[in-house]
């Protein structure tokens, strides 16, 4: 029993590093894709992030909660798309401690490009796996993680 649960162990931990290293390779080579747009990944995950709002206002907590990797930095990353124009911040009006953030047009078009050199970077990689692969797939991963 013991040599079973030893071998069981070897793989899952081989799967987890195969897992590991999948993310950061996705991650490092979408920086890539987008630091030829002049924005990192956090900042285009808040710029999805409000997006997704559909011009509805965000609070900091909210996108934070959101982000694909948690930040304690998104105030400096709203800051950041602030300064390029890319989001807008206001003060709640229901709660002077909260600000509300939304993205701009501006924001919206440079979205719009970036989103498109991140398909292209996937899309080499789309037909390596088929629908009920990716299905399977992420039905296992999102198991790991409950």
């Not at 999948?22 to 080579?29: A, I, P, R």
């Not at 694909?68 to 709660?95: F, G, M, W, Y």
């Amino acid at each position: 029993m013991y040599i079973y649960c030893m071998g069981m162990s070897k793989v899952y931990f081989q799967t987890i590093l195969e897992i590991m290293k999948t993310g950061h390779w996705v991650t490092d080579e979408v920086t890539q894709v987008l630091k030829r747009h002049g924005i990192t990944e956090p900042q285009y995950n808040v710029l999805r992030i409000l997006q997704g709002a559909k011009g509805q206002p965000v609070t900091v907590g909210a996108i934070s909660e959101g982000m694909v990797q948690r930040s304690s930095n998104v105030t400096r990353i709203v800051d950041k798309l602030v300064a390029k124009q890319l989001a807008h911040r206001t003060e709640c009006p229901t709660n002077r401690r909260k600000m509300d953030i939304v993205i701009t047009p501006a924001g919206l078009k440079a979205l719009e490009k970036m989103d498109k050199a991140v398909l292209a970077f996937h899309r080499p990689y789309l037909a390596k796996l088929s629908i009920e692969e990716l299905t399977t797939l992420n039905n296992l991963i999102q198991k790991l993680r409950s």
